[in-house]
Nanobody
Framework: QVQLVESGGGLAQPGGSLRLSCAAS????????LGWYRQAPGKERDLVAD???????SYADSVKGRFTISRDNAENTGYLQMNNLKPEDTAVYYC????????????WGQGTQVTVSS
């Protein structure tokens, strides 16, 4: 059974940083696009950033220049470096693996809470 485990969430002050990790097991990580999503209370789950196996990235406008997505295919792990955090970044963050060629094959992690507050 495929397992995605997020870690690195927590409380940060405005302007601070956090680094999220997504560790995958029982899956050929390099066959998947890695995405980070977030869901704030009462809102839909939105895409924050994604990265292909080859390293091509895309970002939501709200995080461009502040967040950086990366991955280590050898370690089956993805990352989201979040800098200059703002209160509106507060949400549960989820990682998702979507198969590069078969988009109907995807897996979600359990989510990690990020709270930005002074």
């Amino acid at each position: 059974q495929v397992q995605l485990v997020e870690s690195g969430g927590g409380l940060a002050q405005p302007g601070g940083s956090l680094r999220l990790s997504c560790a995958a097991s029982r899956v050929t990580f390099s066959n998947y696009v890695l995405g980070w999503y977030r869901q704030a209370p009462g809102k839909e789950r939105d895409l924050v950033a994604d990265i292909t196996s080859g390293g091509s990235t895309s970002y939501a406008d709200s995080v461009k220049g502040r967040f950086t997505i990366s991955r280590d295919n050898a370690e089956n792990t993805g990352y989201l470096q979040m800098n200059n955090l703002k209160p509106e970044d507060t949400a549960v963050y989820y990682c998702k693996l979507r198969h590069t060629y078969y988009s109907s094959i995807y897996y979600w992690g359990q989510g990690t809470q990020v709270t930005v507050s002074s």
